[in-house]
């Protein structure tokens, strides 16, 4: 699977995105995906993640403001990013899980992560 994020750019406070993530492979709708930020000089850290049966999960961080989506006809995963915050900004990676029909419990800790897209830089101005 190779992935690809895109639509993160410069947004005032209070804005809003819809970052994209374009998967190769005809088996897309089998993965687990999900969704990882990296701010300056901080750890990678979990946003959201998506199970193949459709079960979601947020960090508490976004919890409300963020809403993680797939469209399996177009090998496309998404994050509507909504009431942005300066501390929101950072590199937002989309990942999947390393094999079809997988739901790791701890994907948000990166274990069970096999695929990782290139990032897409999301900055929030005050």
């Known amino acids: 699977v190779q992935l690809q994020a895109s639509g993160g750019g410069l947004v005032q406070a209070g804005g809003c995105l819809r970052l994209?993530?374009?998967?190769?492979?005809?088996?897309?709708?089998?993965?687990?995906v999900g969704w990882f930020r990296q701010a300056p000089g901080k750890e990678r850290e979990f946003v959201a993640t998506l199970s193949w049966s459709g079960a979601t999960l947020y960090a508490d961080s976004v919890k409300g403001r963020f809403t993680i989506s797939r469209d399996n006809a177009k090998n496309t995963l998404y994050l509507q990013v909504n009431s942005l915050k300066p501390e929101d900004t950072a590199v937002y990676y989309c990942?999947?899980?390393?094999?079809?029909?997988?739901?790791?419990?701890?994907?948000?800790?990166?274990?069970?992560?096999?695929?990782w897209g290139q990032g897409t830089q999301v900055t929030v101005s005050s």
């Open positions: 990942a999947a899980a390393v094999r079809t029909y997988y739901d790791p419990t701890d994907f948000s800790s990166e274990v069970g992560v096999g695929y």
């Open positions: 994209s993530c374009a998967a190769s492979g005809r088996t897309f709708n089998a993965y687990t």
